[in-house]
């Protein structure tokens, strides 16, 4: 989604963030075992387009060819196991009373494939829908998860500084916790104006995509980021 002229990316953003909305309202209205054999499918598809991830990880992630496999071995083991977590998140972590999940989630990740598909699958998994920043192999994520739980359920926006701002402006959740350089002033900035919820980058080390962290901060909205 390259720009063309002045206000192209902007009402590229807009044109996205008005589509996830319904995306979201029709993913969280899938059954949520439904929702799980969508995941699963993601991963066959993804596992299919193995070849062309590890080509597109290695070059736009800067990393040796042995590196990119291991990246998107565990994007397709991640889809597999959120696929499993599909159906038992609310059994798990029961949502709060006069709360909802948020329903269209940013996900900034530095355009990386494997952090990106950790926040994201998750909050496919919890009937949300969301917008990735950075496009090459992320963009062949989202329409894996498109072909199985529809248009809107996640799209992926260029990860420029502009683009970036807009989307941290356009989403009720911003998931920076593996962000890069993306993460800037004009971001939290957006964030703040929107009122979007951040999950900022983490100080050491990303926390886990483990079901018992993550189900709370997309089934609660009064949980403090």
Known sequence: MAEDGPGVGEDVV?????????????????????????LLSVAVDLEARRAE??????????????????RVDACIDTAVRWAGWADKLDLLVPRLPGTAPP????????????????????VL???GACVLSGGGALDRLADAVVA???DGAAAALPGEPATTALLAGGVELLDARWAGAEFTAAVRRAAAAAG??????ARAAPPRDDARFLTPLLRSVALAG
């Open 14 to 38: 807009r044109k996205v963030l008005s589509a996830a909305a319904p995306g979201a309202a029709a993913v969280a209205a899938t059954a949520p075992l439904r929702r799980g054999r969508a």
């Open 53 to 70: 991830l590890v080509e597109l990880v290695r070059r736009s992630e800067g990393c040796r060819l042995s590196e990119a496999l291991t």
């Open 103 to 122: 329903s269209v989630v940013g996900v900034l990740a530095g355009g990386r494939l494997l952090p990106t598909a950790r926040a994201a699958l998750a």
């Open 125 to 127: 998994a919890a009937g």
């Open 148 to 150: 199985e739980l529809g």
């Open 196 to 201: 979007t919820r951040v999950l900022p980058p």
